[in-house]
């Protein structure tokens, strides 16, 4: 892949009669030209293409140098002075650009304008031993920017260096002394090592803190009473719940005192107590940040963090656009700041004075305050030219980028639009001694609703959403339709979606723009974790390594104390805090900590799982254990009964062979993802949904379980994407109603 890259950067480079390199010409003469070293080869292009035959663009293809993976790299008792060395994968990198660089009047270095960009900048700069090297950093790339980087190049910024170099450092004594006390500790029953991480083991830990929350919540039984009403003079049905008796608040319990209530409203007329209008206004929500992007992307399109960020560096590096070439389409995607520049603000007032009526423009522009604690580095995240609709450049995205692009246009454009302006409505009924509340909204006017609503993380309706009421007046006779009741149960808490959980990290301070994607990444990857219908649960084997952590590392890996460190290292890049007394500091008691853990006898007990499987065999329930190639599902009866079967087993019938069983595994291309397969062989059946067992009764194919936006149903589809079979099944109740009262 990086050969066909570079071969594709070379031509574009030739077209455009930019000098960019490739590793063919890895010993070719030195350049007489300034040099320019970007990250990526698609950055080459882009800057090619805005800066011709000038400057000689080169990419380090990322970090070229590291700490050592074979030992932990930092002298502890020389004020943990790190040594790094080149990546084995980058040494041929580096010979093209030590090549390159000879004789240039000029190197540029313009990685990527945050701590690791320029951590990336200072390691190049070292490896290749630059003396003539200066930085340079744009938020977009654009000639503008491009431009005024380049008259305005700078010395490496050490304090940022030294920020990165810190959490680089933290991390790998965490990582290089707690995974073997982990590996030492673990019981039998497992080849797999474990491992740990700084921050990681801390989104482990709310995750399966909640998860407890959960497993102790007791749900309380209660019951609503709803009343459809309609006015007299005109049909037009409405809802209205019971909210008091008297003046005081009623709560229903059970089902004999919904019953009662119901008994007591018989033959009860129903009269308008009081009519209540405010007018109500619903202010844009700013431009996105890489936080508030990763949220919206999961919510809206199904993203991961992982895959929002990879599909946002794409847009941002550069897209062919035809005959314009390479061009940037976002600013840079990790950012914690809402701020606009002035041209940006500027560009969108524009736009949406030239598109839209006039009463959709404030007359000002919009600024949003950043959150305290933001590092406020760069602009929040927006389309380099905002005239580059979304259908505009649709012909030259593929769909992810067409979607996330559409997702942070129409967001940036709406942050700059008029206030939506609503007309909320509330309505007392009584009906004897009992009130009822009515509420309706009217949108007076659409503002930027227009273009963008914001997506939520539950399933609450906003005001906006709330059905219109019909014109009434106080004293006003209306009719009852029915009187339904309707039995809930009080909720747990939800568990973390990826969107919820990178927004309690934010709130938090645990982490930074760039590490919120490979946090949720990691704790996957490791198997503490893993994700149901789209939601956080953690396994035993997470639960475990928790639980010992916690007990020996009760302040290091809590929330508190990491959101500390994170304050800690931004003062480092604020030039006020030393990184080596901040190593220090965190270092010393945790030391002291990994003493008495090493000196212990505990164990991390991996509890055995026992599951709903009968054994095939004999009968017995089967249990969940790992090995040395994952987890599998083996007989409770072990060592009398040897059964074994692969852990994903859904004990479905194959569709398909009727010999074998669907089984559930996990893409080693697509990390994460879950597809199904039969356990048969020779048996064809593959597909990204759950089989149900069934074939369609029209083409015969697999019928698979697809998610609905609705609770409480099952959408079952047909796999063959050409046959349009669906039908939808109730799953179980949510709520139980009794026969309404007409």
């Not at 009584?430 to 509420?439: D, Q």
């Not at 645990?510 to 946090?519: D, E, F, L, Q, V």
């Amino acid at each position: 892949m990086a050969k066909q890259t570079t071969r594709s950067t070379k031509t574009t480079a030739r077209k455009s009669g930019a000098s960019t390199r490739t590793k063919a010409q890895s010993k070719a003469a030195p350049s007489a030209k300034p040099v320019i070293i970007v990250e990526s080869p698609t950055k080459t292009r882009t800057l090619a293409k805005i800066l011709g035959n000038a400057y000689t663009i080169e990419a380090s293809m990322g970090h070229v140098r590291d700490l050592p993976k074979s030992k932990l790299g930092v002298d502890v008792n020389n004020n943990f002075e790190p040594t790094y060395t080149p990546l084995p994968e980058r040494k041929e990198t580096l010979k093209r650009l030590q090549t390159v660089t000879q004789g240039a009047p000029m190197v540029y270095l313009a990685t990527d304008p945050d701590r690791e960009g320029e951590a990336i900048a200072w390691h190049i700069q070292q490896a290749l031993n630059l003396r003539n090297a200066q930085r340079i950093e744009f938020n977009e790339i654009t000639a503008a920017a491009v431009q005024r980087a380049l008259q305005n190049p700078r010395s490496i910024d050490m304090h940022r260096v030294n920020a990165q170099q810190a959490r680089r450092v933290l991390d790998r004594l965490v990582g290089y002394e707690v995974s073997p006390l982990l590996w030492r500790k673990k019981t039998r029953g497992g080849r797999k090592p474990l491992s740990a991480g700084r921050v990681q083991t801390v989104a482990v830990r709310l995750i399966v803190e909640r998860e407890r929350e959960i497993r102790a919540f007791v749900p309380e039984e209660y019951w609503k009473i709803t009343a459809t009403l309609t006015p007299k003079k005109e049909p037009f049905p409405f809802d209205a719940e019971l909210r008091a008796k008297g003046d005081a608040k009623i709560e229903l319990k059970t089902e004999a005192d919904a019953q009662a209530v119901l008994n007591d409203l018989q033959g009860a007329t129903y009269i308008v107590e009081s009519v209540e209008k405010r007018q109500r206004k619903r202010t844009p929500p700013p431009p996105f940040i890489t936080s508030t992007l990763q949220q919206e992307a999961s919510r809206k399109l199904g993203y991961s963090a992982k895959r929002t960020m990879q599909i946002a560096q794409q847009l941002y590096e550069g897209v062919e656009l035809g005959d314009e070439g390479s061009v940037g389409l976002i600013t840079y995607m990790r950012t914690d700041s809402v701020r606009l520049s002035d041209e940006a603000l500027q560009m969108a007032r524009a736009f949406i004075q030239a598109n839209f009526a006039p009463n959709y423009l404030p007359d000002k522009p919009r600024q949003y305050k950043t959150r305290g604690g933001a590092q406020d580095a760069h602009e929040a995240i927006r389309p380099t030219d905002v005239n580059r609709t979304p259908e505009a450049v649709r012909p030259y995205l593929t769909p992810e980028q067409y979607r996330l692009y559409e997702l942070i246009w129409k967001r940036f454009v709406a942050s700059q639009m008029a206030d939506a302006q609503l007309e909320v409505t509330s309505v007392n009924i009584r009906a004897k001694e009992y009130l009822f509340r009515a509420s309706g909204t009217v949108v007076l006017f659409d503002g930027f609703l227009s273009l963008y609503k914001e997506g939520r993380d539950t399933q609450e309706r906003d005001e906006e959403e709330l059905p219109p009421l019909p014109a009434l007046q106080q004293g006003e006779l209306l009719d009852l339709l029915k009187l339904t009741p309707s039995q809930h149960f009080t909720q747990p808490p939800p568990r973390y979606t990826e969107a919820t959980l990178v927004k309690t990290l934010e709130q938090n301070g645990i982490g930074r723009p760039s590490t919120y994607a490979t946090i949720l990444s990691t704790i996957q990857e490791r198997g503490y974790v893993v994700l149901e219908n789209r939601a956080f649960k953690p396994t035993p084997l997470g639960e475990a390594v928790n639980d010992y952590l916690v007990k020996y590392f009760p302040d290091l890996f809590d929330v508190p104390f990491t959101a500390h460190m994170e304050a800690a290292l931004d003062e480092v890049e604020e030039g006020k805090a030393d990184w080596v007394q901040v190593v220090r500091d965190f270092y010393q008691p945790f030391q002291q900590k990994m003493s008495i853990a090493m000196q212990s006898d505990d164990r991390v007990q991996i509890p055995v799982v026992e599951t709903e499987r009968a054994c095939p065999t004999c009968g017995a329930p089967m249990v969940l254990r790992s090995g040395r190639y994952g987890e599998f599902l083996a007989c409770s009866r072990y060592p009398d009964c040897k059964t074994t079967l692969p852990a994903g087993a859904t004990g479905i019938v194959c569709p398909l062979c009727q010999k074998g069983e669907v089984v559930q595994r996990k893409s080693t291309k697509r990390k994460g993802s879950v597809f199904y397969a039969c356990s048969n062989r020779e048996c064809k059946l593959l597909t990204w949904d759950k089989p149900t067992g069934e074939l369609c009764s029209e083409c015969n194919a697999p019928l698979v379980e697809k998610t609905h936006k609705r609770q409480n149903v099952r959408l079952i589809v047909c796999s063959n994407t050409e046959c349009a079979y669906r039908r939808e099944e109730p799953l179980e109740a949510a709520e139980e109603e009794l026969a309404p009262l007409e």
